[in-house]
Nanobody, 121 residues
Framework: QVQLVESGGGLVQAGGSLRLSCAAS?????MGWCRQAPGKEREFAAT????????LYTDYVKGRFTISRDNAKNTVYLQMNSLKPEDTDVYYC?????????????????WGQGTQVTVSS
């Protein structure tokens, strides 16, 4: 099992930035961030592999969000810039023990509890 603990969410004005962090209780291979609005399905945002550092983004966040990881700390980050009110969601950290970069949510084995991001206009 893996415990994932997110932090860094909050309230920010449109155009501002936030940095989310997610600490895993042990080594994982692929980590990612997904988002979910109330009453809607969870959506993929970004993912990163452990060994190659390769990344994949959904088109909506590409160029504004950057995913990175610190393998020594088993931590993944999501730097969110140029935030828009439409980015308001609960953001979830996710992980799996295989090297699999895919734009989806079904491949993940482990999930965090989520952190709220609210962008005011």
């Amino acid at each position: 099992q893996v415990q994932l603990v997110e932090s860094g969410g909050g309230l920010v004005q449109a155009g501002g930035s936030l940095r989310l962090s997610c600490a895993a209780s042990r080594r994982t291979v692929t980590m990612g961030w997904c988002r979910q609005a109330p009453g809607k399905e969870r959506e993929f945002a970004a993912t990163i592999s452990r060994s190659r550092g390769a990344t994949l983004y959904t088109d909506y966040v590409k160029g504004r969000f950057t995913i990175s990881r610190d393998n020594a700390k088993n931590t993944v980050y999501l730097q969110m810039n140029s935030l828009k009110p439409e980015d308001t969601d609960v953001y979830y950290c996710a992980a799996l023990d295989r090297d699999l970069l895919r734009r989806g949510v079904g491949q993940y084995d482990y999930w965090g509890q989520g952190t709220q991001v609210t962008v005011s206009s």
